[in-house]
């Protein structure tokens, strides 16, 4: 459950360094701009940050959206040259600095985006300087340096206590450390702060389990495959809790499903390979793989049902929609 799109909302939102824009780009064309972004219309959003970088070039916000839409279109080489061109234009705007962190972190550059995040707190305030402790907390905890990544979390709640994702953080490190108990205690509250979010029922379902709490576990794993039916982490761990308590037929079957939901996983492996050269296909099948761990099963299907439209000579994409529409989950 890494997020990491916090500084991006937090651009969005208007937490800005240097809200002014130049008065050669007119207010409708940054209005439409963020209309365009909040409609999911990346296309259009990104024809519009070009259009602010040519009227503004100077400007380093135009390159700092255009970045930051490169980066969600998985785009990330082309966003990091985007957003250099914005710290070369101002090497102390904070936004720019956290999201050059974030797409040198999504590459695997782990010392650099360090580097970056530790340079963005020489000028970051306020929720952006949250931001930064928040992934500094994730980078230390991929790294294995627990200590530092608590450092990190609990610095960033310390700005705002209200992030959940901090919170949760913070279970991970504990879960890691095999603290269990203050692992429970953090993922509560990172649920408290967002009730809705299915990762963190997950979270909290699972740690009941593996503490014996079976009973409190299982509303929370139900309510998870009731948003997301396709999650098999929440079927594997319900089946062990519906076992403890001797519901031993509703243990099994949520047992065979999430094994035939990880047979999934290997399926989609085989036919990546098999259409790797059609790119196309391939990203619909990275999308069905996203969409298939976070538990969507409509969209899954239908991700993979596109890819299949694409390239029907496949032999793996066949058995994998055969398998996909095999599936006897309700």
Do not use: N
């Amino acid at each position: 459950m890494w997020r990491g799109g916090i500084a991006l909302l937090l651009l969005l939102a208007g937490c800005r360094s240097d809200p002014a824009a130049p008065e050669a780009i007119p207010t409708a064309l940054l209005e439409r701009l963020q209309q365009a972004y909040r409609a999911g219309d990346r296309s259009v959003a990104l024809v519009l940050a070009d259009s602010v970088i040519q009227q503004a070039p100077a400007w380093p916000d135009g390159y700092v959206w255009k970045g930051a839409l490169l980066r969600e279109l998985g785009q990330l080489r082309a966003a990091e040259a985007v957003l250099r061109q914005a710290l070369r234009r101002r090497s102390d705007h904070v936004e720019a600095r956290l999201l050059l962190a974030r797409v040198v972190q999504q590459q695997g550059r782990w010392q650099e985006a360090l580097g970056q995040y530790h340079q963005a707190l020489r000028w970051a305030t306020g929720t952006l300087r949250a931001a930064a402790w928040l992934q500094l907390g994730h980078i230390y905890r991929e790294l294995g340096q627990f200590d530092s990544a608590a450092v990190g979390f609990r610095k960033a709640l310390a700005r705002d206590s209200t992030l959940a994702e901090a919170w949760d953080g913070l279970r991970q490190v504990y879960e890691l450390e095999g603290r269990l108990p203050e692992a429970l205690a953090a993922a509560r509250r990172a649920h408290r702060r967002a009730p809705d979010d299915p990762d963190y029922r997950l979270a909290l379902g699972a740690l009941l389990v593996r503490l014996g709490h079976m009973d409190e576990a299982i509303p929370w794993l139900e309510g998870v495959l009731a948003m997301r039916p396709w999650q098999a982490a929440a079927h594997y761990h319900l089946s062990r809790a519906l076992q403890a308590r001797g519901d031993t037929a509703a243990a099994r079957r949520h047992l065979r499903w999430a094994e035939q939901l990880r047979q999934l996983e290997s399926l989609l492996t085989q036919a990546e390979v098999e259409v790797a050269r059609h790119a196309d296909a391939l990203g619909l099948l990275k999308l069905a793989r996203r969409l298939l761990h976070e538990g969507y099963a409509m969209q899954t299907r239908q991700a993979i049902e596109a890819a299949y439209v694409l390239q029907p000579e496949s032999l793996a994409l066949q058995r994998l929609r055969q398998a996909v529409s095999e599936l006897t989950i309700p």
